[in-house]
């Protein structure tokens, strides 16, 4: 059964620091793995997806890696800013016979002060 | 950009009542989710759907619950008789497809609270 863990629970950095949120599941027989931001009492954005295959994948500041064999992967916010504080999840998706079920992680809660 | 709507934003209910969460997925999507996220826990699979039966259910989504796609574009989650600890934040999901890029796009969101 897969189990997704998220380090930390909760990140505070000032405005313009880069910062790496950290993603570790059990299953190495990911399917794909996707990076969500949730912003208080509201829905899942999708912020990036890898694929198995890769090793990265990138939008604007945001770059998200995967490796498989040791189940990690990490999501690199560069130059954050005040409008980045959210919770910030990540979840795999099982492959095989599975319908794209997601397991998600609890989640970091980061903070972003001017 | 196309995005998953979801119907009512906030429903209150009293124990024992039947509740319908809607939803209506991204128009050329093929494939839909329920999940739901107890305050302060992970978001959890409920059951996902396909070619208009149920493909895969959680150990939660027990004889109290139901999915259907009753048209073409809406999907619905009911709840026979609600529970307190149903009260949760229920989220509906879609996507384009099977293959591997296929990302899962989700809506905002019903909040659901049982008295």
């Known amino acids: 059964k897969q189990e997704v863990t998220q380090i930390p629970a909760a990140l505070s950095v000032p405005e313009g620091e880069n910062l790496v949120l950290n993603c570790s599941f059990t299953?190495?027989?990911?399917?794909?793995l996707q990076w969500f931001r949730q912003d208080p009492g509201k829905g899942l954005t999708s912020l990036l997806l890898?694929?198995?295959?890769?090793r990265e994948q990138t939008s604007g500041r945001l770059n998200a890696s995967l490796d498989k064999s040791s189940g990690r992967s990490t999501l690199y916010i560069a130059a954050s800013q005040p409008g980045d504080s959210a919770t910030y999840l990540c979840?795999?998706?099982?492959?095989?016979?599975?319908?794209?079920?997601?397991?998600f992680g609890q989640g970091t809660i980061l903070t972003v002060h001017p | 950009e196309p995005e998953v709507t979801q119907t009512p934003s906030h429903q209150v209910t009293q124990m024992g009542q039947e509740v319908i969460l809607r939803c209506v997925p991204i128009?050329?999507?093929?494939?839909f989710y329920w999940y739901r996220q107890i305050l302060g826990q992970k978001v959890e699979f409920l059951v996902s759907?396909?070619?208009?039966?149920?493909?895969?259910k959680s150990e939660i989504f027990d004889d109290q619950f139901s999915v259907e796609r009753p048209d073409g574009s809406n999907f619905t989650l009911k709840i026979r008789s609600t529970k307190l600890e149903d009260s949760a934040m229920y989220f509906c999901?879609?996507?384009?497809?099977?293959?591997?890029?296929?990302?899962?796009?989700f809506g905002n969101g019903t909040r659901l609270t049982v008295t």
């Open positions: 999901a879609s996507r384009e497809r099977q293959g591997v890029r296929s990302p899962l796009h």
């Open positions: 299953d190495s027989a990911i399917y794909n």
């Open positions: 890898i694929q198995s295959s890769q």
């Open positions: 979840a795999g998706r099982a492959g095989g016979t599975s319908y794209g079920k997601l397991t």
């Open positions: 128009s050329n999507h093929l494939y």
């Open positions: 759907f396909y070619n208009n039966e149920i493909s895969e």
